[in-house]
């Protein structure tokens, strides 16, 4: 198997020692059921390209962990230090971003995880990934294509926000046009969006398949139909997925240099925006006078309606209880235990005792916050400080917000800042990694 669609020999024998490396790193510490690469490379789909007599990656790899029982994220930490160490590179754990192709993400599931958790992300491991080492556990994962719901495109798409925001971390960027790889970045996390995007329409389509091309082929062939409303609101939107998906599979300096990158954080944007409001409007029947409202009816109904979805296939599967009260109460005890184990990470990283965060699930408050603070940016570097406030008093409840700044950049950068380190503590959290 190529990790690329490029098929290029070079890219492949380099990725194949790194994952060498990563095998032999993990398995000196634990021996887990089985070592899966998913993601791009898992795909066949990574972003990788030869320059001169190097072969740059633009992507990391997402090495899953499949174990009985849940590891030590101190173990996790290691496991990472160690890997990172013999590939010459710094380990991405010890910042609070991630580079392009930066190294390696560890994740670990459980085989109940697997079995019993209805998610895209699944379904793509289930369907379109790499065994590296171990029992192939991959036919013992039940869902399956038609099982997965527009939520998880939506969820998806809730996590573009923040690699946004951290990309334009600061406004001198909109007088100052980025240059090598901040240009790179910006470029990459618009393009994100809309592979993303490509999750949520073909689910709606209800023709959803695990790679970027297959997916870009469905959307090119059927948006116009199976979604007209939204084909009328961004008529190019097939193009869009088409040329970023051809962007993804054979990337190249020619193709980076051919962009205008603050441009297309705009317009990226705007399109999230309008396909954001397509769905509360048109799936969930649901208006909202501006983007902070917007924003607090997605956290309210994913809190409920995607967790709840989430409980009732687990309960389904697992016990074979189809009670709709359960899930319920499923959920509420769930959001409780995370909010305590938030809480507790929290104080950890920030020194912090935040009470309001044991109040509020932070799993997509952390998201639709920073979407206020992404839009609350103005195209010449002013904020809309109505917006901003409210991102603040959003990101409040879960994280200690502190704006000392007055200026619009300065504060844009304040709240950068302080969107990234949330988000980190979440991961950390939900995750494991530290």
């Not at 993601?39 to 090495?63: C, H, I, P, W």
């Not at 009260?325 to 990470?345: D, E, H």
């Not at 952390?366 to 609350?376: D, E, I, K, Q, Y």
Request: aromatic share 12%.
């Amino acid at each position: 198997m190529s990790y690329t669609q490029s098929k290029d020999e070079r890219i492949d024998k380099k990725i194949d020692r790194d994952l060498s490396i990563v095998c032999e790193e993990i398995l000196k510490v634990i021996k887990p059921v089985s070592i899966i690469l998913f993601g791009g490379f898992g795909r066949g789909e990574g972003s990788a390209q030869v320059n001169g007599n190097e072969v740059v990656l633009s992507k990391d790899y997402d090495t899953l962990l499949v174990v009985k029982r849940r590891i030590q994220p101190s173990v996790i930490y290691q496991m990472s230090e160690n890997i990172h160490r013999r590939l010459g590179r710094t380990n991405p754990l010890d910042s609070i971003t991630m580079e392009m192709g930066s190294g390696v993400s560890l994740v670990q599931y459980t085989l109940n995880d697997l079995r019993y958790f209805r998610d895209a992300k699944t379904y793509e491991i289930k369907a379109a990934s790499k065994l590296l080492w171990g029992e192939d556990i991959r036919d013992k994962i039940p869902v399956k294509a038609e099982d997965l719901s527009p939520w998880n495109g939506i969820r998806f798409l809730f996590r573009k926000p923040s690699g946004l925001c951290a990309a334009l971390y600061t406004t001198k960027f909109l007088k100052e046009p980025p240059q090598g790889e901040e240009r790179k970045a910006i470029i990459h996390d618009c393009h994100r969006v809309y592979l993303d995007a490509g999750v949520l329409l073909t689910v709606l389509a209800k023709q959803y398949r695990p790679t970027y091309s297959e997916r870009a082929q469905v959307i090119k062939q059927s948006l116009n139909s199976s979604l007209p409303a939204l084909a009328v609101k961004i008529p190019d939107l097939a193009e869009k997925i088409a040329f970023v998906t051809d962007f993804k599979l054979f990337p190249g300096e020619e193709k980076y240099s051919a962009i205008e990158p603050i441009r297309l954080w705009f317009e990226t944007r705007k399109d999230l925006g309008i396909i954001l409001r397509y769905f509360m409007e048109h799936h969930l029947g649901e208006k909202a006078e501006g983007w902070a409202e917007l924003f607090e009816k997605y956290n309210a109904r994913m809190n409920r309606e995607f967790v709840d979805e989430l409980a009732y296939f687990y309960l389904k599967k697992r016990f074979r209880v189809a009670s709709k009260p359960l899930p319920r109460l499923a959920n509420i005890a769930y959001q409780r235990l995370f909010c305590l184990k938030y809480f507790l990470k929290l104080r950890k990283e920030a020194g912090t005792l935040h009470w309001k965060a044991l109040k509020t699930f932070p799993h997509f408050k952390v998201c639709t916050a920073t979407a206020m603070l992404m839009f609350s940016l103005n195209e010449d570097g002013s904020l809309d400080r109505d917006l901003f406030d409210s991102f603040t008093k959003s990101m409040s409840q879960i994280y200690p917000v502190k704006i000392h700044s007055t200026t619009d950049a300065e504060m844009w950068a304040e709240g950068v800042d302080c969107a990234i380190r949330a988000d980190r503590v979440f991961l950390d959290t939900f995750y494991g990694w530290g």
